[in-house]
């Protein structure tokens, strides 16, 4: 447990898995950020993907390997999916075992990425992740445990496949928009905009946080609620005045499984948006790329973003 994130460069991580560079050609190997994941900020994320859009264009790049802290893992993936305009795969990759332990996860997991990313059978199937021998993708994609080498899970959706004695093989395919199929592009934004998060708990003070941020001028919240998106009537009330002073609200769960449901208590009569399935950290991408394209008030068709992506 005692490590340091971000200690080793891409170059050093390639160099150390000699059967990598026998069995992968790697084109090229680049440094966009080398940061703990905990750490992600919107900049990167914005030159992540326009770096990533410029080197799918060219010819003798068949696919992209990101490595990445497991912590954000899964919201770099969705954000990319979201982005990306190719039908060349881009696999996200990480290690729960840091490269001092023994039976570290994180060469091998790089390996299989590797074959994904150079796999024909990977095309167009939009931003995956790969650990523990397994595709995941960056759709449903989640982190459930804070220890162990299967820490990943997709839940209710299922994962796409496995890895297996260096040949990928797929078993799901994902029935949502993504990559080459979604409307969103980053090619000409500096900034996203802002939304953050606010959890909901028995006795709960979220009004105070809603408050605070709302302050702060952001232009959308997600509310991780209880149940089916549920939402404590005290914070209700802070997130109505929201509402009406344009912020734009998303019901999220803080539940692990199940959908967010439309529900006229709160779409209806309050204008509330329903996240679906998505969870609460990806339900915030979703809003802050629909925010790009519309306005505030068109809940209409934000509330379908959702079931699209
Ligand atoms: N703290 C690390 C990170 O997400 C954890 C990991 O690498 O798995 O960057």
Known sequence: MGYKA??????????????????????LCEQV????????????????????NELLKRNNINGIVITHGTDTIEETAYFLSLVVKSKKP???????????AISADGPKNLYDACIIAGSEKSEGRGVLVCLNDTIYSARFVTKLNTILPNAFGSLDFGVLGYVVENEPYFYNALDKKYTFKSEFDVRDLNALPKVDIVYSYAGTNSHVAVEAFCKSGVKGIIHAGTGNGSIHKETLEA????????????????????????????????????SDSLNPQKAKILLQ??????????????????YRY
């Open 33 to 52: 950020a080398q940061i703990d994941s905990k750490d992600m900020t919107d900049d990167i994320w914005l030159r992540l993907a326009k770096r990533v």
């Open 289 to 306: 790329l629909a925010l790009t394209k519309y306005s505030a008030k068109d809940t209409k068709s934000i509330q379908e973003l959702f």
């Open 239 to 274: 997130l109505n005045n929201a509402i009406k002073s344009g912020v734009i609200i998303v019901r999220a769960t803080r539940l692990p499984g199940g959908i967010v449901s439309k529900d006229e208590n709160y779409e209806g009569s309050y204008k509330f948006i329903a």
């Open 90 to 100: 881009v696999v996200l990759v990480g290690a729960m075992r840091p490269s001092t």
């Open 6 to 27: 971000a200690s080793l460069t891409v170059d050093d991580i390639i160099k150390s898995i000699s059967e990598l560079t026998k069995d992968v050609n790697i084109v």
